[in-house]
Each structure stands twice: as C-alpha cells, then as structure tokens.
C-alpha cells in the first residue's frame, strides 16, 4: 500500500478529499491539514487499518502510524514524486502549454505558453507543493528540497525540455521582467557546480587556516583545482545554460566557449602582450584578453548565435544543411566574439568591478544593508537570482564579493532566526514544529520553506527578518566583509568568507554578522510575536 491508498482509506473519516488542504509524511507521523475541524471523525480515523494513533489540533491532524505500515509507505515515497510530477504538469495546462522548466533550490520554474491555463488553486492544494509564484514571465512551483526529485520525473515525463526553444513565440511581459526570467533562465542550471565549487574552496580554506593541509602539499593542490575547475569553465557551462534559454544549439555553444578559453588562444595573447605584436584573422585584430572565469563576453556571444544560427540554417542547401549550417554559424559566431563581442563583455565586465569597488569605498554599508533588508521580497518574488551574476562577476574579476553575499548571509540568518524565536515563543504545537523546522532550514541558506510557510504568514517575522537583515549586511558591509567562493548564503558556507591568502579577520567579521543578524531578529520576532487568541468552545 502507497500513501495515496493509505489516505484513500482516510478521506472519508476526514470529511472528504475537498475537506483536505495538504499532508506530509514524517517518521512514523502523517500530518493532515483540514479546512474544517468539525468535519474529523477522530474515532473512525484511529480504527483504520494502520493507523496506531490520531491528535486533532486546531486544524492539523497528527496520525501515528503502525509500525508495520511504516516501511511500506517510505518506500513508496520515489513512486508520490512520480505522480506528483504528473499532477503539476495536468494542472499547469497539460505539456503542451510548457515552453520550457528548470529549477533551482525550491522551486520548478516554468516558462507558460498560456499561464491563465494554470490552475493555481489546485497548485497550491496539491500535496507535496509549497507554494506558487509568479513574477517576469515565469510560474513557479514551490517544492522544497525534494525539488530535484520531481524534477527528474517531470523532465522525464516532458522528454527533452532542454532542448533549443522554438523561437516562433513572441515572449510577453515589459523588457525588464524578460531580461530577470533570462538571467535566471541562464544562471539557476550552473547553481550546483558553483555550490560545489565554492563549498571545495571553502573546506580548504579551513584545512589550511587550522594547519591540517600544508599550502605546498600534493593534496591542496588536487582540491584546489578541483574547486576552480567550475570557474576557469565557466564559460562552457554558461553557454550550455545560455543556449538552452536563447534556443539555440547548446553544443555549439559550448564550443564557443571552449574556443575562448582554449590554451593555445590564452598563449597567443601571452606572447602578444609581452612582444606588442597584435593577433589578427583575416586582418581583424583580436583583443589580448583571457576569458577563463568571464561571465559576460560568453553571454554576449551565444546571444549572437541565437540570431545567426536560425538564419544559417535557412540559407542552407537541405542537401548540405548538417554540414553548412554548423560551419556558418561558427565561423561568423566565433570571429565576432573573439574581435568584438569578447572584448565589450571584458571591458563591460571591468567597469561593474570597478563601478563596485568604487561604490565599497564610498559606501560600503550600502548595498549589503539594502538586500539584507528586502532580500526576502525579492525571493517571494523569484527575482533574486538576478542578483548572482552580480555576486559571481565580483569574484571573477576582483577576487571577492562585498555587495551581494554579505546581505543574503544576513538576511537568510535573520529570516531564520525569526522563525525559531516563534517556535520557543508559542504554545500552538504544530506552528512550534513548522517554526523549528523551517527555521533550521534558513539559517543554513534555504529560506523557501520559512518564507512561505511563516514569514508570509506572520507580520511580526517579516517585520523581524528586515530588521536583523537590514543591521546585519549594515555592519558587514561597514566592515567590508568579504566573501571569495559564494554558495547559498547560511551558517554552511561561513568558511567561504576565509580567503587562501587573506586574513582570518574578514572570517570573524563575517560570524560578527550572521550573529548580529540572528540576534536582533530573534529579539523583535520573540517581542513582537503574541500567540492567537484562542476561539471560545
């Protein structure tokens, strides 16, 4: 028996399915939210087959299930993902009203032919979802941390949605909301490996600051290249991310990008800054930059061949076409970005670094205290992401990040902090429970779960998570606080803020931070926050 059959034997004891909001399956406990308490016949529930015990609270029902039935149901657990990837594809208009889906962290992020076609409210009260947003032209599905689960059955339900996009639609929304839902299109996929490979950073980071791995060591120099493996490529994982988006062939792409940060090109430039003979082709000078670790000069590249590939291949004889179209595009593609396209990324790429530091020096508090503040608006919207390109171009070119990380750090500590002052605050068990949870769940870089499950809900912790954010990136970034190999900003990737050569300082500024954050938003959220009044019987 699977847990869809085990609830079938409760809906009728549970006032029906439509009396049902949402259940979880934790341990040895599922937890039903009912919308009408009245309705629970806790008698018929603790007679069911399999059930060992049943507590109604205001409008959560806690079953305890037999140990007997216990196994059964967890390792029906990979077949729930399954079907629910099949629900959320009927109910965001069936497949073909799906253009493209990636994810992130939390989320399903769908890009909708029609989004009035999806049903939102049944979105909402399906199982296993969290929430729903909708913001610059993408419907996203909150799953939590099983998202990547579902999103493997989902895909495979789709077959290949990373395939190039027709790119017959028109998309619709202003300018702005376009370009946030292709920078998020572009920069979601690549999280994994830039969380791998700031978290590699970072555990070398210790080693060497606690003395456990010599700097000269065969075993530094394996896991630091592994770590930097992700950014010297960075710009073949951009290209196959960008390409995706844009909808063009992402494996040209990827060869742009090889050919931007190919060994012989790096020593060509080497030779001709130190002799002063330009690099030419067919004349054209080519620009003596290096473009490992870049983030712009790829971008700007494959969205040259998203426009050129299309018309390669129409101009191609059908005869010829998988010979030509390929030459075409890569022939025109890859000389304008190594003479111009590479060159405006490298100096546009130059200019935000310095537009930054400059802004660092003039006023540093600034910025970390502004996302700090508002980050968590910003999430509920899915507009954060936009933020990362910002974060990582800082640590490409300069070497570090003062603008972004140190305000995310504060702000996803706060939010946390927050929710965990209302979980030893409140008598209502199942909000102590949802509190703890969550709570834990933010203060190590995840705020998905705290933010729609209480910070949404509850003034007093939004009030609480702004106000530690905000005071918590103010005296990280009056302190310039530095952070050197990003991953998702929490207690976790604290070593991130310890640099190789830098000292343990910036490291101590940086827990200064998360715990001035944690402290002040535990403090008003425990202050403000009272306890509903409990209805008369």
């Keep these: 028996m699977d847990q869809q059959q085990f609830l079938q034997q409760l809906y009728p004891h549970l006032g029906g399915y439509a009396n049902v909001g949402r259940w979880q399956a934790r341990g040895g406990e599922l937890y039903i939210t009912v919308k009408d308490r009245s309705m629970v016949d ?3 529930i603790r007679s069911v087959p399999g059930v060992a ?6 409008s959560r029902l806690c079953i305890t299930v037999s140990t007997l039935y216990q196994e059964e149901l967890h390792m029906a657990k990979k077949e729930n993902y399954d079907e629910l990837a099949k629900k959320i594809i009927g109910l965001v208009g069936g497949e073909g009203n799906i253009s493209n889906v990636t994810h992130c962290a939390t989320r399903l992020r769908f890009n909708l ?21 909708s913001a610059n032209g993408q419907y996203q599905v909150i799953i939590g941390p099983e998202v990547t689960q579902v999103y493997e059955k989902l895909t495979a339900k789709l077959g290949d949605m990373g395939a190039p996009a027709a790119p017959a639609e028109e998309k619709k929304g202003s300018v702005v909301s376009r370009l946030i839902d292709t920078i998020t299109g572009i920069f979601t996929p690549i999280l994994p490996p830039l969380t791998a490979a700031g978290m590699l950073k970072a555990v070398l980071a210790v080693l060497v600051a606690f003395k456990l791995v010599s700097s000269d060591s065969s075993t530094y120099q394996v896991v630091n290249f592994m770590a930097d493996a992700t950014f010297y490529f960075l710009p073949i994982l951009l290209a196959n991310s960008a390409a995706k988006k844009l909808g ?20 060509m430039v080497s030779a001709s800054q130190e002799s002063g003979v330009a690099i030419t082709i067919f004349g054209l000078p080519i620009y003596n930059a290096t473009y490992s670790s870049s983030v712009i000069p790829i971008l700007l590249g494959v969205l040259l061949m998203s426009k050129v590939e299309p018309v390669a291949t129409r101009i191609s004889p059908k005869a010829i076409r998988f010979f030509t179209a390929p030459l075409l595009t890569m022939f025109v593609v890859g000389i304008a970005t190594l003479c111009v396209l590479g060159p405006i990324g490298y100096i546009i790429s130059n200019i935000l670094a310095s537009a930054i530091n400059g ?4 006023a540093p508090w600034l910025a970390p205290t502004i996302i700090g503040a508002l980050l968590p608006f910003l999430v509920m919207t899915g507009t954060h992401h936009a933020l990362t390109p910002i974060g990582i171009n800082n640590r490409m070119t300069i070497g570090f990040d003062t603008i972004i990380y140190p305000g995310q750090l504060a702000s996803n500590i706060a939010q946390g902090a927050a929710a965990l002052a209302v979980s030893f605050k409140t008598k209502n068990t199942e909000l102590k429970e949802l509190t703890s949870s969550t709570g834990i769940t933010a203060v190590c870089g995840i705020t998905e779960p705290v ?46 803020y310890i640099g190789l050569d830098a000292p343990m300082s910036n490291f101590y500024f940086a827990c200064a931070g998360a715990a001035i954050a944690f402290v002040v938003g535990f403090a008003v959220s425990y202050i403000l926050y009272k306890d509903p009044e409990k209805e008369n019987s």
Excluded: W
Aim: proline content about 5%.
């Design 451 to 496: 933010l729609y499950g209480v910070t949404m809900k509850i003034r007093t912790n939004m009030i609480a998570a702004m106000a530690g954010g905000g005071v918590g990136g103010f005296f990280m970034g009056l302190v310039n606080t530095k952070n050197y190999s990003g991953g998702s900003p929490g207690l976790l990737t604290l070593p991130s």
């Design 359 to 362: 802004l660092s020096t003039i």
């Design 42 to 44: 806790l008698e018929s």
């Design 53 to 58: 015990g049943a507590q109604l609270g205001r």
């Design 248 to 267: 063009c062939n992402p494996y040209l792409a990827m060869m742009l990008g090889g050919i931007l940060i190919h060994p012989n090109f790096v020593s």
């Design 113 to 133: 032919k029609d989004e009035s076609k999806a049903d939102t409210d049944a979105i909402k009260g399906t199982p296993g979802v969290l929430g729903v947003a």
